[in-house]
């Protein structure tokens, strides 16, 4: 959770609470004892409307089940990831990670277990995902991670990683998780952030319409 509320509150009171003591000292030439209580006073209340502002902030851009940044976060910062990407000359991808078999988890484990999965899923993409990638949970049993690249070696790493935490995922929890990622990446195949999530929806499902033949040759 980032302290951005906290800092500007105290910045606010101490900047509000010093210019008034100026300002009485200037005019009466001294002082009083009550302005010396009241500034921690303030401080203290505002550290706590500041924590509720953040926490407010924190909980609008987080999925509450995954704790993994929401769609609400991805759609809103968009523009500033492109405007990054392209100050630095740079590429992003856009992977679409869907659970292939996460109505069969349902029926059989429960709604209960279900959720276990997507909560260990999440945690599973934050430990193959770089620092600076966002994992995200774009709703469902649907993920978006995102991430900087120079070069299509880039992308394979990440999809490589990511394949292989997951085939461990399933190792760890006794269950059977398979999933499908399809990829996009900007600008080469769209600077447009649904047509990206369109173009790695339609790799993902070309990848799950493969394995579904593999099953069955």
């Keep these: 959770m980032k302290y951005t509320g906290r800092i500007f509150v105290f910045i606010f009171i101490l900047i509000f609470q010093y210019s008034i003591v100026a ?6 030439g001294y002082i009083e004892e ?9 401080l203290f209340f505002g550290y706590f409307i500041g924590k509720q502002f953040d926490k407010v902030k924190f909980y609008s851009e987080k999925d509450i089940l995954t704790n ?7 759609m809103t910062n968009f523009k500033k990831f ?13 992977l679409v990670i869907d659970c292939d078999n996460f109505k069969e988890i349902n029926d059989l484990y429960g709604h209960i ?11 599973c993409l934050i430990s193959a995902t770089r620092k600076g990638d966002i ?13 900087y690249m120079k070069d299509e070696t880039d992308l394979t790493i990440s999809l490589n990683k990511l394949e292989e935490k997951l085939n ?10 398979y999933v499908s990622v399809g990829s996009a990446i900007f600008p080469n195949e769209s600077k447009d952030l649904l047509e990206l999530i369109k173009i790695a929806d339609d790799n993902m499902y070309y990848c799950k ?8 040759t």
């Design 168 to 177: 461990e995922l399933s190792e760890k929890l006794k269950i059977p998780v």
């Design 23 to 28: 300002y009485l000292y200037y005019e009466n």
């Design 209 to 216: 319409g493969l394995k579904k033949k593999e099953k069955i």
């Design 34 to 42: 009550v302005n010396y209580i009241a500034t921690p006073v303030m």
């Design 113 to 123: 277990r279900g959720d276990e999965i997507l909560k260990s899923i999440g945690e």
């Design 135 to 147: 994992t995200a949970r774009w709703g469902g049993d649907e993920f978006l991670v995102i991430g």
């Design 68 to 74: 993994l940044y929401n769609r609400r976060f991805i």
């Design 82 to 94: 492109a405007a990054s990407a392209e100050r630095m000359n740079s590429k992003f991808f856009i």
